[in-house]
């Protein structure tokens, strides 16, 4: 009876991230010895410190690189994961945030491209990563050969572990494939004085994002070119526009 006898006490390693908490281990005898039996001894106070963290985790570096995405490619995209199981749902939601959001796409699933992705993890998938696809929409207009988006993320969750965190944005530089040029076909005539006249066609290789004035300049004592001035925009940059060519008839042998 006068032997200490030694209780282990050790906390159970649940994956949930909690804040510590202190526990009691109430100390009770049974026996047949009608003075130890239902005696209770002193409490013994447990502090159970967590070792895990509520965090989101990203591909992407930890949320401190960026995302490079190119026009009229497939999307790329990174991984996100939660790093403890939650008590609650958690839903991890991502948004384009940028000067123009029509140049960059996110979504869940490589077929469903929209502004806004919402991630649900619950307590039961938790480990279970999700993907974010980005895309680079493939207008048509010339831009920098480079630009710069980004992605804001934030957490929704009943969880007090979760809903308490702030997550870093996310940097998607977009590969632009278009190139403003005037295009002009065929890029050779042939005209004759007195004969009939030739044309060739013109238009911009790109959508502008004003009006393109393209102007033919010539020796106006040998050539004859209508109309002088041609006129593009936004919505008619794409069709080509024929322009006749003729041969002034000066009287002049050369």
């Known amino acids: 009876w006068d032997v200490s006898v030694s209780v282990s006490v050790s906390a159970v390693d649940d994956m949930v991230a909690e804040e510590a908490k202190l526990w009691r281990v109430h100390v009770l005898s049974v026996s047949g010895d009608a003075f130890y039996d239902e005696l209770r001894g002193p409490n013994v106070s447990v502090l159970v410190v967590d070792n895990d963290v509520a965090g989101v985790l990203s591909g992407v570096s930890q949320w401190n690189d960026s995302v490079g995405v190119s026009e009229g490619m497939g999307p790329v995209w990174y991984g996100v994961s939660l790093s403890s199981k939650p008590t609650s749902d958690v839903t991890v939601n991502v948004a384009v945030m940028s000067v123009s959001s029509s140049d960059v796409w ?140 003729s041969a002034v008839d000066d009287m002049v042998a050369e």
């Open 106 to 245: 996110v979504s869940e699933s490589p077929l469903s491209p929209s502004l806004l992705l919402s991630l649900v993890f619950k307590p039961l998938d938790w480990d279970v990563d999700r993907r974010v696809y980005v895309w680079a929409v493939n207008d048509s207009e010339t831009e920098a050969l480079y630009e710069m988006h980004w992605l804001q993320s934030w957490v929704e969750s009943n969880d007090v572990m979760y809903a308490s965190l702030e997550l870093p944005m996310v940097q998607v530089v977009v590969s632009d494939d278009d190139e403003a040029a005037v295009l002009v076909s065929p890029q050779q005539l042939v005209v004759s004085e007195g004969g009939v006249s030739e044309s060739f066609s013109v238009r911009l290789s790109s959508s502008p994002t004003m009006v393109v004035r393209v102007m033919s300049l010539f020796d106006t004592s040998e050539i004859v070119v209508d109309p002088l001035v041609v006129e593009f925009n936004a919505s008619n940059w794409d069709v080509s526009v024929s322009v006749s060519v």
